[in-house]
């Protein structure tokens, strides 16, 4: 079963279905529709859910559609998104940067 990590605050956001869609850059794990994901929080290495990936797409950071906002937290500026992503992932991200767009749905 592939996983996906998330931030403990990002966690809360899943459990309570506000967030249904993240965003991987440098992505390798291939992940396809109807995948079973174990959600894993990043800090603990602890699973808090399971989830199936409903969609997977792929843009760039300065093309993202209102499509694929949805699901996703927002940030107060694009710049401040830039800075989010850079620190998770310890690399340059700017417009180019290209992401994977991920939509999932929990499983009970």
């Known amino acids: 079963m592939k996983t996906l990590k998330f931030k403990s605050n990002l966690s809360k956001q899943v459990l309570d279905g506000s967030k249904t869609t993240t965003w991987r850059l440098y992505d390798d794990k291939d992940l396809s529709v109807g ?4 959600l894993v929080i990043s800090e603990t290495q602890k699973e808090f859910a399971r989830a199936r990936v409903t969609a997977v797409d792929e843009n760039t950071l300065g093309k993202l559609s209102p499509n694929d906002w949805e699901g996703h937290e927002k940030f107060s500026s694009t710049q401040r998104m830039y800075e989010t992503y850079k620190h998770y992932y310890n690399r ?3 417009e180019k940067t290209i992401v994977k767009i991920i939509k999932f749905r929990l499983l009970t």
């Not at 995948?35 to 174990?38: F, I, K, P, Q, T």
């Open 92 to 94: 340059t991200v700017n």
């Open 35 to 38: 995948d079973e994901l174990s």
